[in-house]
């Protein structure tokens, strides 16, 4: 028992040290939280058999078309693969809305050569990163077309995106180049921002149970008769007990 | 309060419990048990070519396609709505599938055989166990596991059924005359989810009491694999062998140091059980050994195995109770585990609130996880690692009471074997 509160004393000392330790402890930022927490995964597309594009480099850009089907579109996460160590410099991200290419609604610098070591990719045995892309929530996103764009001025890139040929219904072919290439689309994922409407909210849980009310009417009776053997078990054996 | 209630209102409690969040609450992985065995309840028997060929998938092993193929079979005939959705998962994206207009009845289902599974370790565990106040022990912590509450009815996880062919061979393996079941649970164990091979060199040693018996044993562990396997090979191709070349337990046999450490503690520890069992124990080892034998090579097992899938832990789980019920001591130290284990397993959004995704998707998938909130405060890795850390030393920690335990007086002056 000596031991054990040895133990739970090293935890929670172990614990205060990581949180005093760490920048991010004294840059809660509520705006941050508020802005950035609350999204749910709408394009999930990192799955089947993947494999990698050729490194994206001056002669060599990648373009996929996607349709979120939700409003508030705010976030995609592109897998990337690179080697170590990292010889790419930088890549442009750029979104677009599919019918006009030339205005763009967002873009970025990313800086691969900042992102250490390769790390495995969720449960598969890929190895490269994540890379999360927060974009400004679009709000009628849902249903409309958009397109993002990797590039790079770099001519010895060592990086580019995980690929799969696995249909999804949401993301289109990808464009090497400018040219179509049927069948093949990449990795990733898109989520929006919530829209917290408590009407709304509860709107969607109140008809998902009523189209199925004959099941919730006997799960409701299964709990009241449950409820019921449970009383009736205790009072059983106080009968038994006092005869 | 355990005290004032009954062993029935006990049982009937944990019932309720998991019937109440059964068809509200599921994890993504769910649809994947269900997706492939439906192929077989269709009279597809090519399962495992179909799932590698147009899925780049691995289902599990064959017992467990089988008993969910049946499941499904019966389901289908019964419910119209059932067989429309499970068909229609095939085909359709998990956010889709989460509006489809049977979700609920069908998410039920799905969890029903669960129910079956934990009844059958519920009545091996009552058999193990004579005293009545341990009886009422193990009643009340399967009835209200945390754990198996939370992996099985509530994520929708299916390791109640390798987890019950290992229990049901720890049964057998002392039962005089019955220990060749043991091996056949063994290889149903096996069979359902692959984990359970590391114990067979451990059961032979405990079951077999000469060496023609080992055989016999051997035996009647490889013939069911060796049928099963060689009737889907021919129908299914290589495709049977994708699993192994996908599947994520602790076998990485690379010679860095870590792996080296990691592969000579747990040879250690599988090894110094073996010795107890075999030299020491033999003739005297009871229920209560027996499960501390299972829990030291389980903890052993899963030292560098991933802490984040909460479900591994449901492998150990009926022994950790049947340990419980005996020895009250071993309550708090299952509880402090389960914690570590809930403080790594609540790491994805999927696995935390958004098990509540049946009822409104956008909404529920939206809140953080457990890890992301630590996120804001410490880096994720970190939390991470030091949660592998705290893991690895309990588990060891466990280990070494198991030892302590095993090595006390009790079995000090048993003489030594005559072969």
Redesign the interface.
Known sequence: MQFLRFFLLQFFLLSAFILADSPKAVALDLNYIKEKTFFFKDIHSFRGKLFKSKAINKDYFIRQTFKPSCNQFNRLVIPFYFENPNKTNSLTFSLFEASNLEKILFTETIHPNSWGKPSKLGSFKLYGKFHYVWIPPIQNSKDQSFIFEIKSNDINSTTGIYLNRLKHQQVSSIQVNGQELPGVYTGVLSYCKTNFDLKEMTEIVLEKTKREKIFFTFYFLGIAFFLYAIKRAGKSLKKNSSS | MRHK??I??WI??G??IR??VA?LTMHADIFFVYKFPHFLSHGQWNVYEIAEKS??ASYYPAITLFIFSFFDFIFSSLFSTYEAFVHSLSTT???IAL?S?????SV?LFKTPYFIFEALIFITGWKMIESDSAKKNFAFLMAINPLIIYSTYLFGQFDLLPAYFLFVAGFFALQKGREHLGSIALACGFMSKIFPIIFFPFYLLVAAQSIKNAIKLILYFIAPILVIYSVLYMINGDSIFFLLK?F?YNLNTTQSIKHLIIRLFQATTYGIICWHAFFVARKQISYLLLAKYFLAIYMAAHWGLSVHSTHYFIWHIPFFILLASFAPEWE?RMY?LLAIVFLAGLRD?TSFIGLLA??????F????SLK?ITG????KS??DQ?IAY?FNF?AG?IVYWIFKDIFSKQYKNIPKLEN
């Open positions: 209630l009954t029935t209102q009937l409690i019932v309720l019937f109440i068809p899925y780049n994206s998990y956010n509006n207009p049977n979700i609920f009845s039920l996908k994520s708090k402090i959004r049946p009822l409104n998707p956008e909404l998938l939206s809140f953080p992301d804001f405060l410490i880096n970190t939390y030091v705290i309990y920690l």
